[in-house]
């Protein structure tokens, strides 16, 4: 009976303590905030911005955390330092509230494992059906998403699983319910339903020929009618080799074998006579283009598969047409708070019913991450001009790359828009990825009423 109690009073002793990072000005858990111990042991806050701390020798006695997230600010104490001193009680919880300096708020991680991780050790209900590990995923690089037979549809890049360093290169893929029709509120998560293979794993969405090398590219994804008028899911591909282009050209899906099937090859200098980057639709057309549209094509599968069909967007002769030298205008607009203007690489453009605008979420080229400044402008036409930008999500040191606004979860009649990243250590300098955060999608929620994008509308 004394082994007993004595083994009851040792697990008791090391349930964890419950530290919660919250937003001072919506209340909501910020994930993604870091707390470090004096001796460096560092926990990061998961998507509900829950940390259970668990640390033998620490618990039950005053701890001191060094708090720090990107965007997000926490108060200095008295001698400078910027964290808290708790005391940290087996079974016990706290909860801070830290001063979000973004525009934008971060809301959870889409992709992963351990989404929920402390929420789960916490014995805490997650919102979403796979809170710590979905079909074995443990990275995905860059998102593509389109509406297509009343789902969404998400494709990946490069994905990570757990088993081995090496994962997958062929596309991974998953689909959604749209909040309409049963699925989640996108302020709360996305329940992703994964195409699988036999072991379990997310399995390649476009394999090619197998017996052809490299990695498997999507990008340009977007829904048009064929000559029946059945809706078809098309998509570029390029088979790379590091960042060379090896071959490229036009699949579509097929939804009996759900994945994708090759339609045409194109030639190697087609670059911009085909779907690229993330498509937009107005009017009959669709456009392409990073970060803005630059490029269109009628929005037809007969069209979209002749590259001689294509037009470019001419910025000095404001029209379009059909050049053999053609070249992405550079978008660089005048930072609204005064610095250098941001040279926007990658991003969306998007119609917003509520600014009666098209805006544009974009990443800038460098700033204090080669890849992670996020911007926000506006335009009263599809192809600009962008005059105005307002830096809305920073990540210090490291990238949010590819960011893609979500028009489908807009809500409040477009006031609150939701823009997803990749969040990672590449090309950031930085040597220490984010445990469980790198190499995965990010989701953000923006209000459009926020006083301090206003400079940035077009009037």
């Keep these: 009976m004394l082994v007993s109690l004595a083994r009851l009073c040792s697990a008791e002793s ?40 668990d640390e033998p020798g620490l618990l039950g006695r005053e701890v001191f955390f060094n708090i720090r997230s990107h965007g997000y600010e926490f108060p200095k104490d008295g001698f400078g330092f ?18 979000r ?46 509406i297509y037979r009343g789902k969404i549809y998400w494709f990946w890049g490069d994905t990570q699983r757990a088993r081995y360093p090496l994962g997958h290169f062929r ?61 078809r899911l098309v998509a570029h591909y390029s088979r790379m080799k590091g960042f060379e282009v090896l071959e490229h050209g036009i699949v579509i899906f097929d939804d009996e074998k759900d994945r994708f099937e090759p339609l045409k090859v194109l030639d190697l200098k087609e670059r911009f006579r ?21 490029i269109r094509v009628k929005a037809d599968l007969a069209s979209i598969s002749e590259p001689s069909n294509y037009e470019r967007w001419n910025a000095s002769g404001q029209k379009w047409e059909r050049d053999e030298k053609p070249a992405p205008p550079k978008i660089e607009p005048a930072d609204v708070d005064g610095g250098n203007p941001p040279r926007l690489q990658s991003g969306t453009v998007e119609w917003n019913e ?34 105005r930008a307002k830096k809305i999500a920073t990540h210090e040191r490291y990238s949010f790359y590819n960011p893609a606004h979500h028009p489908f979860f807009d809500q409040t009649g477009g006031r609150h828009i939701f823009f997803e990243g990749t969040y990672s250590e590449t090309f950031s300098g930085n040597p220490v990825p984010t445990p469980r955060y790198d190499y995965n999608q990010m989701m953000y929620r923006l209000d459009l009423e926020d006083p301090r994008l206003i400079p940035a509308r077009a009037e």
Aim: glycine fraction near 12%.
């Design 82 to 99: 910027v964290g808290a001193r708790l005391s940290t009680t087996p079974g016990g919880s706290v909860t801070l509230k830290i001063k």
């Design 274 to 294: 085909c779907p690229t980057a993330h498509s937009m639709r107005s009017g009959d057309h669709i456009y392409f283009g990073e970060p803005g549209p630059w």
């Design 14 to 53: 090391l349930k964890p303590f419950e530290i919660r990072v919250i937003d001072e000005q919506t209340q909501r858990g910020v994930p993604l905030v870091e707390l470090e111990t004096v001796n460096h042991t560092h926990s990061f806050t998961d998507s509900a911005g829950e940390v259970a701390f």
């Design 171 to 231: 596309t991974s893929g998953a689909t959604s319910e749209l909040p309409t029709k049963g699925g989640l509120d996108p302020a709360v998560g996305v329940n992703f339903k994964y195409f699988t293979g036999a072991d379990g794993f997310s399995r390649p969405m476009c394999p090619l020929d197998p017996t052809k090398p490299g990695p498997v590219w999507l990008d340009g994804l977007c829904v048009v009618p064929d000559e029946t008028g059945r809706e």
């Design 354 to 387: 509520f600014r009666q605008r098209w805006i544009m979420i974009a990443v800038q080229r460098g700033g204090t991450s080669v890849l992670g400044e996020v911007w926000y402008s506006e335009a009263r036409e599809l192809t600009g001009p962008w005059h």
């Design 101 to 146: 300096l973004n525009v934008a708020e971060r809301l959870y991680r889409l992709t992963g494992a351990g989404i929920y991780r402390d929420t789960i050790l916490l014995g805490n209900n997650a919102p979403i059906s796979e809170p710590v590990l979905n079909s074995e995923v443990l990275g995905q690089d860059s998102v593509q998403c389109a």
